[in-house]
């Protein structure tokens, strides 16, 4: 059975940091994309990111270029998004979610997403 | 990035067809935007239903289909069901990021 666990989230400044962790299992995770999506509360869904199989390339929305980093550990299983100069905006739910095999595509399977919230 | 956009809200009579669009700010969508669309229920992760603007999964129902329409991705319910009733994204590969529509909220009435 495939599962994506996402911890790290909670409750940060503005200004700080976070790191978000995704554990994968059920699947073989080195074969596959993988890509962070949050959604603010009572908002829609926003792609945030992604990693290539092998970690060698990585993409950004434009709200978020510069301030967070994907990477992932194949020995471990594990994706991890780290959040530094965190905004209020980036208040959000975070969903670890795999891309698709053979084809071009994401979202068959979806962790149970980390909350973040940036307050003072 | 590209703006992608959806209707805000639709409704329909149990048993009836509706079909949702999805449109991309850099042009006409075709099968090289990926389009694909998800379902999402309130508390819940969202649910893929379509990926390369037609195909299904395993576990998509049959009433769901997606298409190319007009230079629009599009999500056709046929034989609408109450469960149906949900927010739906669509998402396309569109200005070389992954951008997701505002949503659609769907309701069963």
């Known amino acids: 059975e495939v599962q994506l666990v996402e911890s790290g989230g909670g409750l940060v400044q503005p200004g700080g940091s976070v790191r978000l962790s995704c554990a994968a299992s059920g699947f073989i995770y080195s074969s596959y994309w993988m890509h962070w999506i949050r959604q603010a509360p009572g908002k829609g869904l926003v792609w945030v990111s992604d990693?290539?199989?092998?970690?060698?390339?990585?993409r950004y929305a434009d709200s978020v270029k510069s301030r967070f980093t994907i990477s992932r550990d194949n020995a471990k299983n594990t994706l991890y998004l780290q959040m530094n100069g965190l905004r209020v905006e980036d208040t959000a739910v975070y969903y670890c979610v795999r891309g698709l095999i053979a084809v071009t595509g994401l979202g068959d399977y979806w962790g149970q997403g980390s909350l973040v919230t940036v307050s003072s | 990035q590209a703006v992608v956009t959806q209707e805000p809200s639709l409704a329909v009579s149990p048993g009836g067809t509706i079909t949702l669009t999805c449109a991309c700010s850099t042009g006409a969508v075709t099968s090289a935007y990926y389009p694909s669309w998800f379902q999402q229920k309130p508390g819940q992760a969202p649910r893929a239903l379509i990926y390369s603007a037609s195909d299904k999964y395993s576990w998509t129902p049959a009433r769901f289909s997606g298409s190319l329409l007009g230079g629009k991705a599009a999500l056709t319910l046929s034989g609408v069901q109450p469960e149906d009733e949900a927010e739906y994204y669509c998402l396309l590969s569109c200005g070389g990021a992954w951008v997701f529509g505002g949503g659609t909220k769907l309701t069963v009435l």
């Open positions: 990693i290539d199989s092998d970690g060698s390339r990585t």
